[in-house]
T-cell receptor, first 111, second 113 residues
Framework: DAGITQSPRYKITETGRQVTLMCHQT?????MFWYRQDLGHGLRLIYY???????DKGEVPDGYVVSRSKTENFPLTLESATRSQTSVYFC??????????FGPGTRLTVL | GENVEQHPSTLSVQEGDSAVIKCTYS??????FPWYKQELGKRPQLIID?????GEKKDQRIAVTLNKTAKHFSLHITETQPEDSAVYFC????????????FGKGTSLLVTP
């Protein structure tokens, strides 16, 4: 589990600000994912990536942007944060047909 | 897209009893079904998974069954212990989305001594 990290772990921001959440994994996993977790909704997929420079939308992509220039990093950017984006964000990674390993999460509050 | 329904949302059992959590999925192409355990304030962690070519899988006190025809799968925990108390999530995934998971909404399991 120490192989996947997220930063920051906690973030408070204001409506309209841009925020970037970082995710880094040391396993050279091909696949990386971003989920958000909200009470009553479980975990919902925001974006995922099959490899460097390959990304695709998940269930709830609106308001988010991702990039993957390097295999080990998968940052998630909220271009103009809204209160509805207050959530816990989990990054995950997996090799082909392997278990998904989750990062420790980032708790984001948008005021 | 895939829709995963999970029941019950809360479950309370006495220590030593069994617990069963059930999930249904909508996409017949789904072929990977993991179960995650999440303790309060922690990350989800895989406890067991099953693929569509297998009907049942066991790991000590935990077992998962899959019925492809009915499109449902279940988690069985036997001889429950207080440390089993957590939120459990089922998920389903289909190719070619690289095992991007569609989660159920979770079951909060409480095991009382």
């Amino acid at each position: 589990d120490a192989g996947i990290t997220q930063s920051p772990r906690y973030k408070i921001t204001e409506t309209g600000r841009q925020v970037t959440l970082m995710c880094h994994q040391t396993w050279s996993h091909s696949y990386m994912f971003w989920y958000r977790q909200d009470l009553g909704h479980g975990l919902r997929l925001i974006y995922y990536s099959a490899a460097a420079d390959i990304t695709d939308k998940g269930e709830v992509p609106d308001g988010y942007v991702v990039s993957r220039s390097k295999t080990e990093n998968f940052p998630l950017t909220l271009e103009s944060a809204t209160r509805s984006q207050t959530s816990v964000y989990f990054c995950a990674s997996s090799g082909v047909e392997d278990e998904q390993f989750f990062g420790p999460g980032t708790r984001l509050t948008v005021l | 897209g895939e829709n995963v329904e999970q029941h019950p949302s809360t479950l309370s059992v006495q220590e030593g009893d069994s617990a069963v959590i059930k999930c249904t999925y909508s996409d017949s192409a789904s072929n990977y079904f993991p179960w995650y355990k999440q303790e309060l304030g922690k990350r989800p962690q895989l406890i067991i998974d099953i693929r569509s070519n297998v009907g049942e899988k066991k790991d000590q006190r935990i077992a998962v069954t899959l019925n492809k025809t009915a499109k449902h799968f279940s988690l069985h925990i036997t001889e429950t212990q207080p440390e089993d108390s957590a939120v459990y999530f089922c998920a389903a995934s289909r190719p070619p989305t690289g095992y991007a998971l569609n989660f159920g909404k979770g079951t909060s399991l409480l095991v009382t001594p």
